[in-house]
Nanobody, 125 residues
Framework: VQLQACGGGLVQPGGSLRLSCVVS????????IGWFRQAPGKEREGVSC????????YYVDSVKGRLTISRDNAKNTVYLQMNSLKPEDTAVYYC???????????????????WGKGTQVTVSS
């Protein structure tokens, strides 16, 4: 099983990035795929996820209206479109898969089962 995230980089405040995560070698059904991030000195937090049963997206309050999660099933890829980026969005971003989905606690990293390596996002002028 491999989750390969890419698309990070350095961007100025107000700028945009699109992260991609390609899932390969996974034969089991999974019920949630999402993005988490970890800023320096902070715990990892859930940013956004998408339920695979109904394609409903979930977002942490701090990114609502700025970040959009989407999925291309044919390409086994999940995206995170990041607009109006702020310095506080600076973090390493990880994609993860959960074999079960809990709508009221989707943001808890302990509920995710497979993780990819992160991609660095730096928002700075």
């Amino acid at each position: 099983v491999q989750l390969q995230a890419c698309g990070g980089g350095l961007v100025q405040p107000g700028g945009s990035l699109r992260l991609s995560c390609v899932v390969s070698g996974f034969t089991l059904p999974y019920y949630v795929i999402g993005w988490f991030r970890q800023a320096p000195g902070k715990e990892r937090e859930g940013v956004s996820c998408i339920s695979t049963s109904d394609e409903r997206p979930y977002y942490v309050d701090s990114v609502k209206g700025r970040l959009t999660i989407s999925r291309d099933n044919a390409k086994n890829t999940v995206y995170l479109q990041m607009n109006s980026l702020k310095p506080e969005d600076t973090a390493v971003y990880y994609c993860a898969i959960g074999l079960n989905f809990y709508s009221t606690s989707w943001y808890e990293e302990d509920l995710m089962d497979y993780w990819g390596k992160g991609t660095q996002v730096t928002v700075s002028s």
